[in-house]
T-cell receptor
Framework: GENVEQHPSTLSVQEGDSAVIKCTYS??????FPWYKQELGKRPQLIID?????GEKKDQRIAVTLNKTAKHFSLHITETQPEDSAVYFC?????????FGSGTQLTVLP | GAGVSQSPRYKVAKRGQDVALRCDPI?????LFWYQQALGQGPEFLTY????????KSGLPSDRFFAERPEGSVSTLKIQRTQQEDSAVYLC??????????FGAGTRLSVL
């Protein structure tokens, strides 16, 4: 089955700086890679996703890159704001099953 | 529109009790997923339905766990003879197209 590893587990940045979270996956058949943001006690919310036929996708301050050859993908958040503080999860898989990483606690310091 | 709704939000059970957790997906969503999220961890896949058919139950940890979706909408996750290691947040997600899964707020199960 799929195995997704996520790093770092915690990340602190100054407001306005960029944050990068990295994930690797093991199953070359995986074709869908979403990123979810989860605030304490709340539901995971999709912030961006990328499919295997695309190398990069951007939505305002958030971007995701995918390297299929190396089997890794990354989340980039620019101009971070305190409200970006949360746990971020990457996931890999398909329409039928997603495997999640263990999460990154992002803290944006004012 | 309404999102994925789960009930109850919190459930306390004594060890050995049976529990039933409910998920109301977004109307019209064909696919429904159950996940288990332990404290400080990512969601772990339990099972997947397409309409009323349970197409994948490979993530269910034991035969004490059972899920159903008899009419292709509401789903119930049942855990028999609960154990302390079953304590977790149980998340439900539904999907219509393009793989995008929308999550409910979860049920926090505490087994004493």
């Amino acid at each position: 089955g799929e195995n997704v590893e996520q790093h770092p587990s915690t990340l602190s940045v100054q407001e306005g700086d960029s944050a990068v979270i990295k994930c690797t996956y093991s199953d070359s058949a995986s074709n869908y890679f979403p990123w979810y943001k989860q605030e304490l006690g709340k539901r995971p919310q999709l912030i961006i996703d990328i499919r295997s036929n695309v190398g990069e996708k951007k939505d305002q301050r958030i971007a995701v890159t995918l390297n299929k050859t190396a089997k890794h993908f990354s989340l980039h958040i620019t101009e971070t704001q305190p409200e970006d503080s949360a746990v971020y999860f990457c996931a890999g898989g398909s329409a039928r099953q997603l495997t999640f990483g263990s999460g990154t606690q992002l803290t944006v310091l004012p | 529109g309404a999102g994925v709704s789960q009930s109850p939000r919190y459930k306390v059970a004594k060890r050995g009790q049976d529990v039933a957790l409910r998920c109301d997906p977004i109307s019209g969503h064909v696919s429904l997923f159950w996940y288990q999220q332990a404290l400080g961890q990512g969601p772990e896949f339990l099972t997947y339905f397409q309409n009323e058919a349970q197409l994948d139950k490979s993530g269910l940890p034991s035969d004490r766990f059972f899920a159903e979706r008899p009419e292709g909408s509401v789903s119930t996750l049942k855990i028999q003879r609960t154990q302390q290691e079953d304590s977790a947040v149980y998340l439900c997600a539904s999907s219509l197209a393009k793989n995008i899964q929308y999550f409910g707020a979860g049920t926090r199960l505490s087994v004493l």
